[in-house]
């Protein structure tokens, strides 16, 4: 096969490059390791910044959103019983978008579907060659059947594991990490969400998310060691512990039922730079994680899209690189930013082990000023409603 654009990776970074390209004209091929519906079992993000709001319009994939999608103009964080409201429309004239990146994975498909775009699922094996000269291929085995594909630019869009940053050399990039030493177990239940808005909850007890998808489908999340495991916590334990982080007036209101997913994920913050090795292109978690604390992640790499795709289009369409030789520089200066907003809210909001207890009122403190200045409560809506591309 021959193709423009080769994705490698069917999450919803490398659906929505794609999505953008083809409707400029410029070919792709898809390459997925997972099945489709293992794609759309994750269970994963839900707030959308209002630029990534606005590329979903560009891409044509945003009725849905824009019918079942929950406009929220703030959110809280507390301090125990303490709530600071931070008022996003109020500061910052901006609001945010509550829709899960199971839906926007969805709507990416059937977008794709409808345009006839290619995207090749349950791939094995996958090489690519020649990143750094005027024709790389990929190949790949689908099928049992070894295939090559051809191509003028590949964008890297497989995540954390994947082999598009493992394909640029050690000597090329340099990596920078900081683990948590805590995770977070998230479950989904069918239950009305315990406030209208988002809550941070700092407490006592630990930190705790009170988030939602929909008005009938609530996500929460607890603070948990990494040695924990899923088995060890019963629905009773979590709703439990849940309750005991949460402000009481919240906890004592909030419904609760079976879970209908529950998972453990450890935090980290993660950038490989450059992004960019010859033709090959690193978008999304391939590049970068953050802690899910600033609800960043499918954002950040919203963001990438939008400094690669218009950079591709010129190159392929006008034979035009300045986008694609500045892609790296771009991407990464507002990366950053989002790497020191999520670390700051991680810090912020949980325990560490062995902290002392001047660790604990720093964290009082800072809820504090939250509460009575204006100006930080700007900054905070700034940054979590998006910093602008």
């Known amino acids: 096969m021959k193709t423009e654009v080769a994705i490698i990776g069917g999450g919803p970074s490398g659906l929505l490059l794609s999505q953008l390209l083809n409707k400029a004209g410029v070919a792709t091929v898809v390459l997925e390791r997972a099945s489709r519906d293992h794609v759309l079992s994750r269970i994963r993000a839900g707030v959308l910044e209002a630029g990534t709001v606005q590329m979903l319009h560009e891409a044509g994939v945003a009725d849905r959103m824009d019918k079942e999608g929950l406009r929220h103009e703030g959110c809280y964080l507390s301090d125990d019983d303490l ?13 945010v978008m509550v829709y899960g990146q199971t839906e926007v994975t969805s709507d990416l498909y059937h977008a794709q579907d409808a345009i006839g775009a290619t995207i090749i699922h349950c791939i094995e094996d996958v090489v690519i060659h020649d990143a750094d000269s ?13 295939r090559r594909l051809d191509c003028a630019y590949v964008a890297g869009c497989d995540g954390f594991h994947g082999v598009s940053r493992k394909t640029i050399p050690t000597d090329k990039r340099r990596e920078f990490e900081r683990v948590y030493p805590f995770g977070w177990l998230g479950v ?5 969400p315990a406030h209208e808005e988002l809550i941070y909850a700092n407490s006592s007890n630990g ?36 309750k005991s982080c949460l402000p009481s007036e919240v906890a004592a209101t909030m419904q ?3 879970s209908i997913e529950k998972s453990i ?19 999304g978690d391939a590049a970068h994680i953050v802690p899910p604390t600033g609800a960043k992640g499918l954002n950040l790499a919203v963001s990438d899209v939008h400094y690669l795709y218009q950079a591709l289009i010129d190159a392929v369409k006008k034979g035009d690189t300045a986008g694609i030789d500045t892609y790296s520089e771009r991407a990464l200066l507002r990366i950053w930013k989002a790497m020191r907003f999520s ?25 504090q000023h939250l509460s009575q200045s204006e100006t930080a409560r700007r900054d905070l809506a700034e940054n979590y409603i998006g910093l602008p591309y």
């Open 83 to 95: 709530m600071v409201r931070i008022n996003f429309k109020e500061l910052t004239g901006t609001t």
């Open 134 to 146: 005027d024709a790389p291929y990929v190949e790949y085995t689908v099928d049992g059947a070894r």
């Open 188 to 192: 989904l239940s069918r239950t009305r």
């Open 207 to 242: 930190f705790a998310l009170a988030s939602m998808r929909s008005e009938t489908l609530s996500r929460y999340y607890v603070q948990v060691p990494l040695t924990d495991t899923v088995e060890e916590w019963s629905d009773e334990r979590f709703w439990t512990t849940l």
């Open 256 to 258: 609760t039922g079976q």
């Open 265 to 283: 994920a450890p935090l980290r913050s993660f950038v490989s730079e450059p992004l960019r090795w010859g033709r090959l292109f690193l978008v």
């Open 343 to 367: 670390w700051q809210m991680t810090t912020m909001l949980h325990q560490f082990d062995g902290e002392d207890s001047f660790a604990a009122q720093m964290r009082k403190s800072t809820l």
